[in-house]
């Protein structure tokens, strides 16, 4: 039997939930009540199953644009496109309904729409040569507000990856067709969400930015022992028929520090391996520095991608030291200047390797930590 559905290594489904109510409650409710919603958390926190998961309880349809790697204007407006055709497709009845609805929209534009054989296929061929991305994704986003009055049914468009936008030459004309939209939309709501919570941050609350003060933003932190505790016990008692020793749970939560993606993929391992018995501490612990030894040359190829100043003081935070790494003892313990340090903190927060809880910095993700105890020396 594989365990996958509840400890998946990818998008989560229903039966890998253990919590996550209130952000549910509230996404939905935003989605309801048309508010624009940013989703902000470290990588592989569950975002994207979170909108799934929501989207698929109140039965709205919904186009996703995932913009990871789009690296210009043109791709990004490419799978912006296919979110809004993927909506249509969704919203619209009969072909027919379609062309007769797009036309009446688009008379007084150069914007061609053709029908094929899989659906509804958006060609957008303006007479005028300098009509740029910004401009396409706003009048298509238009016409797709427009088609859901028509039909008077609310639909959602889901951006994920969204700070690739402000990376582009074009970035801030885009971010402001989508506000231009999204400040007069009464049918379609916008989810956005990503990976570099420093850029985002940028995006969305610095006053020069189109996007500023858009969205009401929901913060997926990481979910509770008790709730995580829960869950594991009913699937052990599935898997082994005995609840996980509190021994065990605490040696779980220790190692992976609850983050959700490493949560799922020790436990997945646990549940899927040859264990006859409930797993024991040192069975917990060897099938995480399993994980270590596995990733352990990837997880360097990337930190090799540091200064020698960030991987040192990465080195340091992992070690233990979290408090006053500007303070003169620690400075000559790693023979760095204030300022430098300063620098390094910042880069390793913007780069999520880092951030700071109240006024304690730790590393994001656990098997790094791991690795960098195992493998290195301060």
């Known amino acids: 039997m594989t365990y996958e559905n509840y400890f998946p290594r990818g998008v989560a489904g229903h039966a890998a939930f253990c919590n996550r109510l209130e952000e549910r409650k509230r996404l939905a409710r935003n989605v309801k009540t048309g508010q624009h919603t940013l989703l902000m958390s470290p990588r592989r926190y569950g975002k994207t199953s979170l909108v799934n998961y929501v989207i698929d309880e109140i039965n709205f349809p919904v186009g996703n644009a995932d913009l990871f790697v789009a690296v210009d204007a043109t791709h990004i407006e490419q799978r912006i496109l296919s979110g809004i055709k993927m909506l249509l497709n969704h919203v619209c009845g009969s072909v027919e309904q379609v062309l007769r609805s797009l036309r009446d929209y688009f008379k007084r534009l150069d914007t061609q729409w053709t029908i094929g054989t899989q659906g509804v296929h958006l060609i957008l061929s303006p007479a005028n040569k300098d009509h740029d991305a910004a401009t396409t994704i706003m009048e298509a986003l238009l016409a797709l507000e427009y088609l859901l009055e028509q039909k008077n049914k609310r639909a959602v468009i889901f951006l994920?990856?969204?700070?690739?936008?402000?990376?582009?030459?074009?970035?801030?004309?885009?971010?402001?067709?989508?506000?231009?939209?999204?400040?007069?939309?009464?049918?379609?709501?916008?989810?956005?969400?990503?990976?570099?919570?420093?850029?985002?941050?940028?995006?969305?609350?610095?006053?020069?930015?189109?996007?500023?003060?858009?969205?009401?933003?929901?913060?997926?932190?990481?979910?509770?022992?008790?709730?995580?505790?829960?869950?594991?016990?009913?699937?052990?008692?599935?898997?082994?028929?005995?609840?996980?020793?509190?021994?065990?749970?605490?040696?779980?939560?220790?190692?992976?520090?609850?983050?959700?993606?490493?949560?799922?993929?020790?436990?997945?391992?646990?549940?899927?391996?040859?264990?006859k018995q409930l797993p024991q501490p040192e069975d917990i612990e060897s099938t995480w520095l399993q994980f270590a030894k596995e990733d352990r040359l990837e997880v360097a190829r990337e930190l090799s991608m540091l200064s020698a100043g960030q991987r040192k003081i990465l080195i340091c935070v992992a070690s233990g030291y979290n408090q006053k790494l500007t303070g003169k003892e620690f400075l000559k313990k790693i023979n760095m200047t204030s300022s430098s340090v300063t620098e390094s903190l910042q880069i390793l927060e913007q780069k999520d390797y880092v951030e700071k809880h109240k006024s304690e910095y730790r590393i994001i993700d656990p098997l790094i930590k791991t690795m960098l105890n195992v493998y290195f020396e301060v």
């Open 160 to 275: 994920d990856e969204m700070q690739e936008i402000g990376e582009v030459a074009e970035g801030k004309g885009i971010e402001g067709a989508i506000r231009h939209v999204a400040q007069q939309s009464k049918y379609l709501s916008f989810i956005f969400s990503g990976s570099n919570r420093h850029l985002l941050r940028y995006m969305f609350y610095d006053k020069a930015r189109p996007l500023y003060k858009l969205c009401d933003r929901i913060n997926l932190e990481r979910i509770s022992e008790k709730d995580y505790a829960k869950h594991l016990s009913k699937l052990s008692q599935k898997r082994w028929r005995k609840s996980l020793s509190d021994e065990s749970l605490s040696r779980i939560f220790a190692l992976t520090e609850r983050h959700p993606y490493h949560m799922n993929n020790l436990c997945l391992r646990l549940w899927e391996s040859e264990l």
